[in-house]
């Protein structure tokens, strides 16, 4: 049997086998295909997600809700003020020329004199500031200020407290603010103060703060409407102070 199909081969055989061979090719391109398409489908997907999302859908759909009384790290608080009332600037230091000035300015009594030798209110002088001052806005397209007699107080006053103590500070001995002397006057609109000392005359003091960039800034505020001057002579002075309203 071996031998007859050795020595006789069957004329189809070749051609089953060469069939065979065909199949067999088909078969293993079949599988290939659809391992390469099975392999092509299970990794697109995720690629495909990798290079659109940069982080894990839940994690990008999902947004916590901030905790009840939650600030941010760094916020303004302005000035408490009593409704009704315009806000007002904090007062801003800088350096003074060499005749030292800062602003604040007020009508003052001509006899006023205090503890230290030598201090008293100099009215002539407080009232000739309020005449350049207004000058000096009417240039530049401002109304004039109205002389306001809480602010006139208070200026007056931190003068006289200047010149006595020899320090020229936006605050008092007791620690009070410019806000906090204006509402003890009186008036409770305060916006901006500048001081002084060191000037002869009214015409050097207003001219050694418009020479300022910040006091300049508070004499031509157009949004200001009063003003109160104190000048008050003593040792390193006279002293001269500015005070600014919005009413």
């Not at 905790?67 to 806000?87: D, F, L, S, W």
């Not at 207004?134 to 240039?139: I, K, L, P, T, Y």
């Not at 109160?228 to 001269?240: C, K, L, Q, R, T």
Request: aromatic residues 4%.
């Amino acid at each position: 049997m071996w031998q007859s199909s050795h020595t006789r081969p069957s004329q189809r055989g070749p051609r089953r086998r060469s069939h065979l061979g065909v199949l067999a090719c088909l078969t293993a391109v079949l599988f290939t295909g659809v391992l390469i398409g099975r392999l092509s489908d299970e990794t697109e997907p995720a690629r495909h997600v990798y290079l659109q999302e940069t982080v894990p859908p839940a994690a990008a759909t999902t947004t916590s809700a901030p905790p009840k009384n939650a600030r941010p790290q760094v916020e303004m608080i302005p000035r408490q003020t009593t409704p009704g009332r315009p806000e007002r600037a904090a007062p801003k230091a800088s350096k003074s020329p060499e005749n030292r000035v800062h602003g604040f300015n007020a009508p003052d009594d001509p006899v006023l004199r205090s503890e230290r030798s030598g201090v008293r209110v100099l009215a002539t002088m407080a009232r000739r500031v309020v005449t350049l001052t207004n000058a000096a806005r009417s240039r530049h397209g401002c109304r004039p200020l109205r002389v306001d007699d809480g602010l006139t107080r208070s200026a007056r006053a931190h003068a006289v407290e200047m010149a006595r103590t020899g320090l020229l500070s936006h605050n008092s001995p007791d620690g009070a603010s410019p806000w906090v002397r204006m509402e003890r006057a009186g008036y409770r609109w305060g916006a901006a103060e500048n001081i002084g000392a060191g000037y002869d005359t009214p015409e050097e003091a207003v001219r050694g703060w418009m020479d300022s960039r910040e006091h300049r800034k508070n004499i031509l505020d157009c949004g200001l409407k009063a003003i109160g001057v104190g000048v008050a002579s003593g040792p390193g002075g006279p002293w001269w102070t500015q005070d600014f309203g919005t009413v």
